[in-house]
C-alpha cells in the first residue's frame, strides 16, 4: 500500500530488454546462448520509445548480419507491435513458460476444489502445447462448460489468447529449428538490473534517476561500463 490518503502505491512500469546472440546447439539439441553476448537496454518510457531503443541495440550488435533474428516475449501487444514494426520478419516466440500460465488460469477458475482433475486437465494441455498444437488447446477450452458467469469469461478470453497467438506458439518446430522457446535470461535481467537496484523496501525514485541508474545498469551488465566511461572522458 501507498502513503496516500487512496492507499494506492505511486508506481511506474520499466521496461527492459535484452539482446544475445546464438551460433550452437548442445548434444540434446537444445540451444546454447553464447557467453558474454548479452546486452542490455531499458528505461521507464512509453512503447513507442523503447521500441527505438531495443531497435539501436540490436544494430548495433549487428542485427543486419544476423542469418535468423527472433523477437521472444510475453502475451503483451505492445512487444508484438515492436517487432512488427523494427523487426519485420523475425520469428515472433511467446515465452512457453508464460504461455503456460493461461490455461492454468481457466483450470483454476474451472477445477480450484478438485486437484485431480486440475491436473489430469493440465498435463494434457501441457502436452499439447509443448507439441505446438495451440489448436488442440483451445478445443479443450471450448469444450469446458463453465457455471459461473465468470467461468465463461476466463474461457473465453484464454482461448482467444491462444488463437490470436498461435503461430507464435508453434513449440515443437522452434525446438526443431534450434531455437530458444524461453526468456528466461530476460527474467533474469530483471531482478538483476532492475530489481537489485530499484526495487528494494524503502526506495523511492524521480522518472530521471531511475533511468539514470537503469542505464547504468545496463551497460555494467552489458561489459560496456569502461566503454563508457572512456567516452566520457573523451565528451
Known amino acids: 500500500r501507498g502513503k496516500g490518503e487512496d492507499g494506492q502505491a505511486k ?3 520499466a521496461k527492459l530488454g535484452c539482446v544475445f546472440t546464438q551460433t550452437t546447439v548442445d548434444e540434446d539439441g537444445k540451444p546454447v546462448r553464447n ?8 528505461a521507464i518510457e512509453e512503447a513507442e520509445g523503447f521500441g527505438h531503443r531495443i531497435y539501436r541495440e540490436a544494430l548495433r550488435r549487428g542485427l543486419p548480419r544476423a542469418e535468423t533474428v527472433c523477437v521472444i516475449g510475453d502475451g503483451a501487444p505492445w512487444i508484438w507491435n515492436i517487432a512488427d514494426e523494427h523487426f519485420h520478419g523475425a520469428t515472433q516466440i511467446i515465452d512457453l513458460y508464460h504461455a503456460r ?4 488460469n481457466v483450470a483454476r477458475a474451472l477445477f480450484a476444489n478438485d486437484a485431480g482433475k486440475m491436473k489430469r486437465w493440465t498435463g494434457k494441455r501441457r502436452k499439447e502445447l509443448d ?8 478445443r479443450a477450452i471450448k469444450k469446458l462448460k463453465p457455471s459461473t458467469e465468470d467461468g465463461k469469461e476466463i474461457c473465453e478470453k484464454e482461448a482467444g489468447y491462444f488463437g490470436k497467438n498461435r503461430e507464435r506458439m508453434r513449440y515443437a518446430e522452434f525446438r526443431r529449428w534450434g531455437l530458444f522457446v524461453g526468456s ?3 527474467e533474469a535481467g530483471c531482478r538483476t538490473v532492475i530489481g ?4 528494494q523496501s524503502g526506495m523511492h525514485w524521480t522518472v530521471k534517476g531511475a533511468n539514470s541508474i537503469i542505464a547504468l545498469r545496463s551497460l555494467l551488465l ?4 569502461e566503454d563508457f566511461w572512456e567516452h566520457r572522458a573523451c565528451a
Open 11 to 13: 508506481t511506474r512500469e
Open 131 to 138: 507439441d505446438g498444437k495451440v489448436e488442440s488447446v483451445i
Open 222 to 225: 552489458s561489459n560496456r561500463w
Open 101 to 104: 500460465e493461461h490455461y492454468w
Open 184 to 186: 528466461g535470461v530476460l
Open 35 to 42: 557467453e558474454g553476448s548479452t546486452s542490455y537496454v531499458g
Open 196 to 199: 537489485q537496484r530499484l526495487k
